[in-house]
């Protein structure tokens, strides 16, 4: 069965440290690995992530993805107190979007 | 560009009652999927749809959980008499192309509480 793994499943920091958010998966027929940012409501789209060791960056948030290892990681640098929220990694399988449970981002002034 | 639409917001049905969740896709965006939300716990897939058809349910429950995407309207996802178990965050996503390298974009979610 598809399962993706997302640790810390929850973090606490103060504002200006750097975070890295893990994501690991087993998945069949892997097409890509999607991450987002859950604040109150929906889900917001981060990066999309398809090829081995090329990094994403938008802003203070960066993202690689390491297909040999079956992982991913989300770092965010600097943060801020907007930065808390859930960040939700996903990734695309044979069928579907399967997600992981998610990292609770708590950042603290 | 509106988004993904969701209504209602809030849903709250007595444990035997019809639910009705209503997703408007993004404009442009044939692709609709949806999700259910237990508290503290990640997305789970339910179901897969384009215009007019079901492309994978495997997530949806076999018993009474149903969808729909018809040619014109929203994409309506209904649960027949529902149960405390039922109570969650139901979020609607859309993409405007099929499962090879897509985004998909969230509506605000459905909160349904089943008293």
């Known amino acids: 069965e598809d399962k993706v793994v997302q640790s810390p499943l929850s973090l606490v920091v103060h504002e200006g440290d750097t975070v890295t958010l893990n994501c690991s998966y087993e998945?069949?027929?892997?097409?890509?690995l999607l991450w987002y940012k859950q604040e109150k409501k929906a889900p917001t789209f981060l990066f999309m992530l398809?090829?081995?060791?090329i990094e994403k960056k938008s802003g203070r948030l960066s993202s690689i993805l390491d297909k040999k290892e079956l992982f991913s990681i989300l770092n965010i640098t600097a943060t801020q107190t907007g930065d808390s929220a859930i960040y939700l990694c996903?990734?695309?399988?044979?069928?579907?979007?399967?997600f992981g449970q998610g990292t609770r981002l708590t950042i603290n002034p | 560009n509106a988004g993904v639409m969701q209504n209602p917001r809030h849903l709250v049905r007595r444990r035997g009652q019809e639910a009705r969740l209503r997703c408007s896709p993004m404009k442009g965006h044939s692709h609709v999927y949806w999700y259910r939300q237990l508290p503290e716990e990640g997305l789970k897939f339910m179901v897969y749809?384009?215009?007019?058809?079901?492309?994978?349910e495997s997530g949806m429950p076999k018993e009474r959980f149903s969808a729909e995407f018809p040619k014109e309207g929203p994409s309506i996802l209904r649960i027949q008499q529902v149960v405390r178990g039922d109570s969650a965050a139901y979020f609607c996503?859309?993409?405007?192309?099929?499962?090879?390298?897509?985004?998909?974009?969230f509506g605000p979610g459905t909160r349904l509480t089943v008293t």
């Open positions: 398809t090829s081995s060791g």
């Open positions: 749809l384009q215009k007019e058809n079901i492309i994978d």
């Open positions: 996503a859309s993409s405007p192309y099929g499962r090879s390298s897509y985004e998909q974009y």
């Open positions: 996903a990734v695309e399988g044979a069928q579907k979007l399967v």
């Open positions: 998945v069949t027929n892997f097409r890509s």
